[in-house]
């Protein structure tokens, strides 16, 4: 079984910085692709950053320059470093990794999502 749990969310006002983390624990042998998607209230879920396992980071264009994804393969975690936040980044930013596994001799490459942490952003 394989788990991501994100952590970092609050409600801070514009102008302020969050640090988002997403740990992902369990039975695996490997994490490629990792990435954030932010949720507003109302929306749908949409990518706003994602990184390779060889940590090359790519950004949606409205969060460039804001925005920093990273991530530490030793613990098996993803960052979202969110500096200068407007109200308009206010929702649930959810984690996703994709996990190779060998399930009773059987490998697999699946694709698991953490339970969301939520900013909010006042004016």
């Known amino acids: 079984q394989v788990q991501l749990v994100e952590s970092g969310g609050g409600l801070v006002q514009a102008g302020e910085s969050l640090r988002l983390s997403c740990v992902v624990s369990?039975?695996?042998?490997?994490?490629?692709?990792m990435g954030w998607y932010h949720q507003a209230p109302g929306k749908q879920r949409i990518l706003v950053a994602r990184i390779t396992r060889d940590s090359k980071p790519s950004y949606a264009d409205s969060v460039k320059g804001r925005l920093t994804i990273s991530r530490d393969n030793a613990k098996n975690s993803v960052y979202l470093q969110m500096n200068n936040l407007i109200p308009e980044d206010t929702g649930v930013y959810y984690c996703?990794?994709?996990?190779?596994?060998?399930?009773?001799?059987?490998?697999?490459?699946?694709?698991?999502w953490g339970q969301g942490t939520q900013v909010s952003v006042s004016a």
């Open positions: 369990g039975n695996f042998f490997s994490i490629n692709g």
């Open positions: 996703n990794a994709q996990i190779q596994s060998y399930v009773a001799t059987t490998y697999r490459s699946d694709l698991y």
